[in-house]
């Protein structure tokens, strides 16, 4: 099962993939968990990137492709995997694809979250109260949901035309939203 999770910072996909990683055994492949822990583990990918999440900037499509590309191909990721926060740019989209059609593989499923903007700032603000995110600040947050909205969103298109889009309504309670999932996930397996 090759799941993808499309929506706004602050719309639930980590909460929900870390669901869905417990209960189906697959990866949960998070590029800002990845980003962030090379930055505190002092790499020299870390140290390319921190300015960039700090000011709430994307980091370069190329690195990014090179990063997914490297992921993808480890083990754990033969049996399926949650993309999270991937792509995020109509040629991130693109590459994907390529990757994707390479090892004759395709996404299962793609999952559109949908949250106004006002809540998901809620959230966010929320959030950096709890974990301390340097990002969570609101102008850094009101940076991120603009580039969401103005080139992550235009790829829900693209994958309603690939035909396995599925809209999620993500101001709901955590088991609610994962019991809508599931039920998406068991029909996209019978399907395959
Ligand atoms: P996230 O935890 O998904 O909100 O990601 C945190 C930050 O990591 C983002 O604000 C970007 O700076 C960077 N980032 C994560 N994924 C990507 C991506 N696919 N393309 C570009 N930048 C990314």
Same mark, same amino acid.
């Given at each position: !099962?090759?799941?993808?999770?499309?929506?706004?910072?602050?719309?639930? &996909?980590?909460?929900? =993939? &870390?669901?869905?990683?417990?209960?189906?055994?697959?990866?949960?492949?998070?590029?800002?968990?990845?980003?962030?822990?090379?930055? @505190?583990?002092?790499?020299?990918?870390?140290?390319?990137?921190?300015?960039?999440? /700090?000011?709430?900037?994307?980091?370069?499509?190329?690195? !990014?492709? +090179?990063?997914?590309?490297? $992921?993808?191909?480890?083990? +754990?990721? @033969?049996?399926?995997?949650?993309?999270?926060?991937?792509?995020?740019?109509?040629?991130?989209?693109?590459?994907? +694809?390529? !990757?994707?059609?390479?090892?004759?593989? $395709?996404?299962? %499923?793609?999952?559109?979250?949908?949250?106004? +903007?006002?809540?998901?700032?809620?959230?966010?603000?929320?959030? =950096?109260?709890?974990?301390?995110?340097?990002?969570?600040?609101?102008?850094?947050?009101? $940076?991120?949901?603009?580039?969401?909205?103005?080139?992550? @969103?235009?790829?829900?298109?693209?994958?309603?035309?690939?035909?396995?889009? %599925?809209?999620?309504?993500?101001?709901?309670?955590?088991? /609610?939203?994962? =019991?809508?999932?599931?039920?998406?996930? /068991?029909?996209?397996?019978?399907?395959?």
């Amino acid at each position: !099962m090759n799941v993808l999770l499309l929506g706004p910072q602050g719309s639930g &996909k980590g909460t929900q =993939a &870390k669901r869905i990683e417990a209960e189906y055994g697959i990866p949960h492949i998070a590029t800002g968990d990845m980003l962030r822990a090379a930055i @505190e583990e002092g790499t020299e990918l870390g140290e390319r990137v921190k300015p960039i999440l /700090e000011s709430g900037q994307l980091v370069p499509d190329e690195l !990014m492709i +090179d990063l997914i590309r490297e $992921r993808l191909g480890q083990p +754990d990721a @033969e049996r399926g995997f949650i993309l999270d926060g991937f792509p995020r740019t109509s040629p991130q989209a693109d590459a994907l +694809d390529e !990757m994707l059609d390479d090892i004759g593989r $395709r996404l299962s %499923i793609v999952f559109e979250f949908q949250l106004p +903007d006002d809540i998901a700032r809620e959230r966010l603000v929320r959030r =950096a109260e709890l974990e301390g995110r340097p990002d969570d600040t609101p102008d850094v947050i009101d $940076r991120r949901l603009e580039l969401y909205h103005e080139l992550t @969103e235009p790829l829900v298109e693209h994958y309603r035309l690939q035909g396995n889009l %599925i809209g999620i309504h993500g101001d709901r309670p955590v088991k /609610e939203v994962f =019991a809508e999932i599931q039920q998406a996930l /068991e029909q996209a397996a019978a399907r395959s």
